[in-house]
């Protein structure tokens, strides 16, 4: 029968590959954001089907983690942190799941438009819109692998940037469109590609909020509420 040294170390292990699978992940998706922006501003149809191809890395990579987190609760019980740290994990691989098929759903977009110009108002605006959210997303990361509070409530604070850029840009694609009817093929697939990109956002504050649980314990939504509160009555 093994000691209890070496089982201690066995699950402390698990908990270093679980955050490690969560790293790599994050990396991955990282990189199909910025494929996915890359493949849509240049039109670039080789760079789009890699990125599509490249997500089914991303979905065996969730299932890996869900995996690893089950078996630690079934056969571990962990509790206190390290259970939060299960159960957050097991929320953000899903999270970033979800950023993974944005960008496979851009990417798939971007084959769209051979043959058709895209403005360049609208390629600096994609652009600026896939770095926001690509730097949400590594803060986000950054958030949890430090269980860092203040990146997270940061991160959650920059989504608003996002939000602004999107309904900026809905309203010129939308006033190009009612211009010039042959426009509206374009714009409706950037429509699109803008929305993937701002549901982005949302889930990096999905994952900036778990970071935020997995440092103090409590629901960020919760704690800002109650400081908003108490400035009122101060």
Avoid: W
Wanted: proline letters at 1%.
């Amino acid at each position: 029968m093994p000691n209890s040294e070496h089982i201690v170390t066995s699950y402390e292990d698990e908990l270093i590959e679980l955050a490690r699978s969560i790293s790599e992940m994050g990396g991955l998706v990282e990189k199909a954001i910025s494929n996915a922006t890359d493949a849509l501003i240049r039109s670039d149809a080789d760079l789009a089907m890699a990125t599509v191809a490249a997500d089914k890395k991303v979905d065996a990579m969730q299932a890996h983690i869900d995996e690893m987190a089950v078996s630690i609760i079934a056969r571990r019980q962990p509790m206190a942190q390290d259970l939060r740290l299960v159960i957050a994990s097991i929320h953000v691989a899903n999270d970033l799941e979800r950023i993974g098929d944005m960008a496979k759903s851009t990417a798939r977009r971007s084959t769209q438009f051979e043959g058709i110009g895209m403005s360049s108002q609208f390629k600096n605006g994609l652009r600026h819109m896939g770095e926001l959210v690509q730097r949400q997303v590594k803060l986000a990361l950054d958030a949890f692998a430090g269980r860092d509070k203040d990146i997270a409530i940061d991160v959650v604070e920059r989504d608003t940037d996002v939000d602004a850029l999107y309904v900026s840009l809905f309203r010129e694609l939308l006033t190009y469109m009612m211009e010039d009817p042959r426009n509206i093929t374009m714009c409706t697939h950037l429509l699109f590609c803008g929305k993937n990109l701002e549901r982005v956002g949302d889930h990096s504050t999905n994952i900036a909020e778990q970071a935020y649980f997995l440092a103090t314990g409590q629901s960020l939504t919760s704690d800002v509420e109650d400081f908003k509160r108490e400035q009122i009555k101060g």
